[in-house]
């Protein structure tokens, strides 16, 4: 282990950093910033990092560019929460400031040790050469350590250079006393590949084992991988780098799935199944998760995009969003159900209920009128339907400006159509279990919008960006009638405390 920089050098850099943020948000606009998902109050964010429950709180951390609305060197944001509900702003909690991190403080999770204290890994990047970043990158697993969840003191390298250029973002947990971590690797073959390493102290680790390689040729990378148990059974989530599109499916340049099956400590993941798209929308992506000390498996994904532009980007001074907590369990499928916390009803405010009600064919009723942050949880008696698209438009109709949201019959399918919204437009949709009810729980904040089908069966998450402030909601059967057993909404108060 290398040793610890001076500690000023950190905090410089945590300084200018939080006033440059400061300044940036000042100017940052309204009409997309989320009321209730975690965002920077400025600047670029990406993956959730450092996901833990330390000093009684929840802390979130995330990849961070403090200093403008794009990707650049990596710092960590910080929030924290009594409830996960609510939540408050903490300072930047870690800055580039050694050689070993100059390029950037990347993704990692954060465990409390022994000692008490607050262990946060993170891999270290430095570019080979930082005035062109042509030569490559050289990535080693740093640690941080935190007597107070707020502020850190990095404790320098714990695994140094093995050579590979994809060698990042350590997920540490405990099992039967020994420590492990696993990361996200391009193998010497150049294939995707999560790495295993183990530890007795936290400080010194060990190369264990190749614990996964993605059977796929044209998967080169595996970022961000999460190795947990779930209800008797492992699930080793990753994002691959870069499959390609086939059907529905690897729409997104960034993706995120899973595979479940069995794990022992000291062995490699054996999958029971196939490998599965997390969410089927077009901004999810790095999920983490951790353990809640209930025991519940609570995961957080980022909402953004590196590839496309995004439309807060340009004017608005910010970019990027957590997606709302979900909580993990296995359907009988061996498939992840994600669903909204229970603890976000309490988020709810106003209630409209349009009760059952039949819609005739291309029929329109007003739901909503000027909302801002809403939930909506509608559910619809297929087999009792004749209708070709069923769903919700969000937005401006008389303008023309709405994204649009609903079952579609002939595909059989749930999708969300974003082409007359603003920026990257687009189409995705996620399968339906076959049975005749369907039901919908939607989140739609001021950016996004976030779809849980029948209980978590499967979720769409999507930035959404309307051309117009106020959003009105429509219900519309198209071709043929629309039976609704249940359709209430609720406008959703901020998390910010
Ligand atoms: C995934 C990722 C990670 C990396 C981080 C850098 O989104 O590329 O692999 O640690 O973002 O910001």
């Known amino acids: 282990m290398t ?26 606009k309204d009409r997309w910033y989320p009321v209730f998902h975690i965002a920077a109050p400025a600047g670029w964010i990406n993956d ?22 794009s990707w650049g060197p990596m710092h960590w944001g910080h929030v924290s929460s009594e409830n996960l509900v609510t939540w408050q702003r903490e300072p930047l909690a870690l800055a580039p400031s050694l050689d070993e991190d100059s390029g950037g403080v990347y993704s990692g999770s954060a465990v409390t040790g022994p000692d008490g204290q607050l262990y946060a890994y993170y891999t270290g ?56 971590m696993a990361l996200g690797a391009t193998g010497e073959d150049g294939r995707g590949q999560v790495h295993l390493y ?4 936290m400080m010194a680790w060990d190369f264990s084992c190749v614990l996964y390689e993605d059977p796929r040729e044209d998967v080169f990378m595996l970022e961000c991988p999460d190795l947990f148990e779930l209800d008797g059974k492992w699930v080793l989530m990753f994002c691959p780098e870069r499959p390609r599109p086939v059907g529905y499916r690897n729409r997104n340049t960034h993706n995120a799935g899973y595979q479940v099956g069995d794990w022992q400590p000291g062995g490699t993941f054996v ?23 209930d025991g519940r498996r609570i995961c957080w994904g980022w909402m953004g995009s590196f590839t496309l532009p995004v439309a807060s980007q340009a004017e608005d001074g910010w970019a990027g969003q957590l997606t709302i907590p979900r909580h993990l369990s296995l359907g009988p499928d061996l498939n992840l159900v994600s669903t909204p916390l229970e603890e976000l009803k309490n988020l ?69 159509d974003r082409r007359l919204t603003v920026g990257d437009g687009g189409y995705r ?17 001021r950016g996004s919008i976030e779809v849980f089908i029948n209980d978590g069966f499967n979720t769409i998450s ?34 910010w405390v």
């Open 429 to 445: 949709s996620a399968a339906v279990p076959v049975e005749g009810v369907l039901t919908l729980r939607i989140f739609a904040d």
């Open 271 to 293: 999958p029971l199944t196939d490998y599965r798209q997390v969410d089927w929308g077009h901004n999810f992506y790095a999920p983490q998760t951790l353990e809640a000390p």
């Open 198 to 201: 183990t530890s007795n102290d």
């Open 462 to 495: 999507s930035l959404v960006f309307n051309e117009t402030e106020s959003r009105d909601v429509v219900l519309v059967a198209e071709s043929g009638d629309a039976l609704i057993d249940a359709c209430k909404a609720w406008q959703l108060g901020s998390i």
């Open 3 to 28: 040793h610890a920089s001076s500690p000023t050098t950190h905090h410089t850099e945590l300084d200018r950093a939080q006033q440059a943020n400061s300044s940036l948000a000042d100017h940052v």
């Open 125 to 180: 990047n430095r570019w080979k050469n930082p005035a062109n970043r042509d030569e490559g990158n050289v990535q080693v697993q740093c640690l941080a350590t935190s007597a107070d969840g707020l502020t850190f003191t990095k404790q320098g390298t714990v695994i140094g250079t093995t050579g590979l250029e994809n060698f990042r973002d350590p997920k540490v947990f405990q099992r039967e006393g020994r420590w492990y």
């Open 48 to 69: 959730p990092n450092g996901l833990s429950h330390y000093n009684g709180r929840y802390q979130v951390f995330f990849q961070h560019h403090p200093y403008s609305t």
């Open 348 to 416: 709810r405010q106003k209630e409209t209920d349009i009760g059952p009600r039949r819609l005739e064919a291309n029929q329109r009723v007003s739901l909503l009128e000027g909302v801002d942050a809403f939930e909506l949880e509608i559910t619809l008696d297929l087999s009792a339907s004749s209708a070709e698209r069923i769903g919700i438009m969000v937005g401006n109709l008389a303008q023309n400006s709405y994204a649009y949201l609903g079952y579609d019959a002939q595909a059989g399918r749930v999708f969300l």
